[in-house]
T-cell receptor, first 117, second 112 residues
């Protein structure tokens, strides 16, 4: 159980275009999902917290107008990288947990490798 | 969340037990110890977590010292597929609204 699916796994786009990444919890409902970014040989950095039915909460230094997050349902959150530039090339990973108040672990998708040319 | 300290890298022979240490000397009484690993180019994978008792599941064992200031993740019979970066994270229970904070972890290399 507790599977998080992320799509696409890889995407290449041209500079100036937008890319949408989907994150789905397949067998549980997630009121909260999290988006991370990871640069080569670095650890994961939390970008934003995605709340179902409300606006996302962004970490300091993350541009909310550039990284649009929509959490339309209890099983789907999307991250749209708008007007992508080569420096946005990175590994984007989403995660979710089945409950808010317990100690159940976060489960992660397998990531999306974005390359902006 | 309390800060953790892990060695940057470790080697282990295939078939032997891999023991990964983690120091969390500032851990609070309501903070759990979680272990995740990340195999190259994949998302992190949950391994195990515990509060103060030792825990075991199909993947690993978690040994937490009595004072809770450190813990050890044990992979009993390491295989080449266990080569990954292992992250030790402490966080409060009920922190469902907060994402995990990842440190640099330990790069475990299983040698054939």
């Amino acid at each position: 159980g507790a599977v998080v699916s992320q799509h696409p796994s890889r995407v290449i786009c041209k500079s100036g275009t937008s890319v949408k990444i989907e994150c789905r919890s397949l067998d549980f409902q997630a009121t909260t999902m999290f988006w991370y970014r990871q640069f080569p040989k670095k650890s994961l950095m939390l970008m934003a917290t995605s709340n179902e039915g409300s606006k996302a909460t962004y970490e300091q230094g993350v541009e909310k107008d550039k990284f649009l997050i929509n959490h339309a349902s209890l099983t789907l959150s999307t991250l749209t990288v708008t007007s992508a530039h080569p420096e946005d090339s990175s590994f984007y990973i989403c995660s979710a947990r089945a409950d808010r108040v317990g100690n159940s672990p976060l489960h992660f998708g397998n990531g999306t490798r974005l390359t902006v040319t | 969340d309390a800060k953790t300290t892990q060695p940057p890298s470790m080697d282990c022979a295939e078939g032997r037990a891999a023991n990964l240490p983690c120091n969390h000397s500032t851990i609070s009484g309501n903070e759990y110890v979680y272990w995740y690993r990340q195999i190259h180019s994949q998302g992190p994978q949950y391994i195990i977590h515990g509060l103060k008792n030792n825990e075991t599941n199909e993947m690993a064992s978690l040994i937490i010292t009595e004072d809770r200031k450190s813990s050890t993740l044990i992979l009993p019979h390491a295989t080449l597929r266990d080569t990954a970066v292992y992250y030790c994270i402490v966080r409060v229970a009920g922190g469902g609204a907060d994402g995990l904070t990842f440190g640099k972890g330990t790069h475990l290399i299983i040698q054939p």
